[in-house]
């Protein structure tokens, strides 16, 4: 914020917590009930149609409906809609890319059979199936997987579904074979996590919005979601075991960790920065034992590596290239020095004041896409 006098000159205060905290809930969209026609028309009519469209040799076991939308992270004007359709196949029929290839295949059939459902983008050359659409004005992300407790219906199946993904892939015959089913079950565990973002306060949830809009305010390339709910986790994590007895959860203190976190200028690929969120609780940090992510043998040249929550013998940051992390670096470290001289408004960190009416606009825009879909509500059977 600024004070203004009559001789123009304006003396910078320091950024606020109360308008940030306004700022994302203005920029926060929430789930209502418009969007709920179109939701139900592509479930009602994949459900259907999908079996069909592979010669009557699929089952849809499962489905559930994910994405910010459902997580209270969504930005106004800029989510998709995630819907994953669980499938009765073995999890290994997902390591061959070729049948990989005929299930998208099969999805797109579907989807293009639907009068209005009109196909954004099919992601050629990609074997995973997994396509974005839209319908009524409302854009969705579509993936498979397969069903892994074998259409039980169980307590906490998002938990038994997980166990059982990993079980598969402690089995795998080697480590590189571990990884290539660890991607391939990416949209069939992703329940899990959202779970564990839904279960968190509002506050942290308006953080992570606040996080994506300066994201999207600074351009940063393949900076997608599921990072930046990762990154998020990690700063909670972090403030509650340095304030067990008092914690300063804001909106403001979160938002800040995440920039500390982010700001390389002391790691390096040698020695990077490394996040795990092991306190989720999502697996058993004993099973993974040789398995986590090796900075040492990537190659990448990654100076920050951020485990992930499912499948922790994978580096969720793994396909990020080295200049995109060293935009989100520079980016986060010119931020944390505005906010800590003072020297910055509203409009200066986030192009926009408390009210959220978009006074800058952005260089480029960001999609939401996590990798992969987040699932939160069961379909109707």
Not at 133 to 151: E, M, N
Not at 168 to 188: D, E, F, N, T, V
Not at 273 to 282: A, N, Q, V
Not at 361 to 374: K, N
Request: net charge neutral; proline share 5%.
């Amino acid at each position: 914020s600024s004070l203004c006098f009559s001789s123009h000159v304006c003396l910078k205060m320091p950024i606020a917590n109360e308008d940030v905290n306004a700022l994302a809930e203005n920029l926060r969209a929430p789930i209502t009930e418009r969007h709920k026609p179109a939701i139900d028309a592509i479930v009602s009519h994949v459900w259907k149609e999908l079996p069909k469209a592979h010669d009557g040799q699929l089952r849809i076991v499962h489905g559930v409906k994910g994405g910010s939308l459902f997580k209270g992270t969504a930005m106004r004007g800029k989510f998709d809609v995630d819907l994953i359709f669980l499938l009765d196949l073995p999890a290994r029929k997902l390591d061959d890319e070729g049948f990989q290839s005929q299930l998208k295949g099969s999805l797109v059939k579907c989807l293009e059979n639907h009068g209005e459902i009109v196909m954004v983008d099919a992601r050629a050359g990609v074997p995973f199936p997994s396509v974005s659409c839209s319908l009524f004005g409302i854009g969705f992300d579509i993936a498979l997987g397969v069903d892994l407790v074998k259409g039980r219906v169980v307590k906490d199946r998002w938990k038994n579904q997980l166990r059982a993904a990993q079980q598969q892939i402690l089995k795998c015959p080697g480590y590189y074979k571990a990884i290539i089913l660890s991607r391939a079950l990416s949209a069939s565990v992703s329940e899990a996590c959202v779970v564990a973002v839904q279960q968190e306060s509002d506050v942290v949830k308006l953080a992570i919005v606040l996080l994506k809009h300066w994201r999207d305010f600074n351009s940063l390339k393949m900076f997608k979601s599921f990072y930046a709910e990762g990154l998020a986790l990690c700063a909670v994590d972090e403030l509650r075991r340095k304030s067990i007895e008092n914690p300063q959860m804001t909106v403001l203190s979160i938002f800040t960790r995440v920039l500390q976190l982010l700001d390389l200028s002391e790691a390096t690929a040698r020695a990077p920065r490394y996040l795990t969120l092991e306190f989720l609780g999502l697996y058993d940090p004993a099973d993974w034992e040789g398995w986590y992510p090796d900075p040492e043998q990537s190659g990448h040249g990654h100076r920050i590596i951020l485990v992930n929550p499912m499948t922790p013998i994978l580096d969720a940051l793994h396909s990020v290239s080295v200049q995109a992390l060293r935009g989100w670096s520079e980016a986060a470290r010119d931020t944390l020095g505005r906010l800590g001289d003072g020297s910055a408004s509203m409009e200066d960190l986030f192009g926009v004041g408390p009210s959220g009416g978009m006074s800058l606009e952005p260089a480029g825009e960001v999609f939401e896409r996590a990798p992969g879909a987040w699932a939160a509500d069961k379909f109707r059977q």
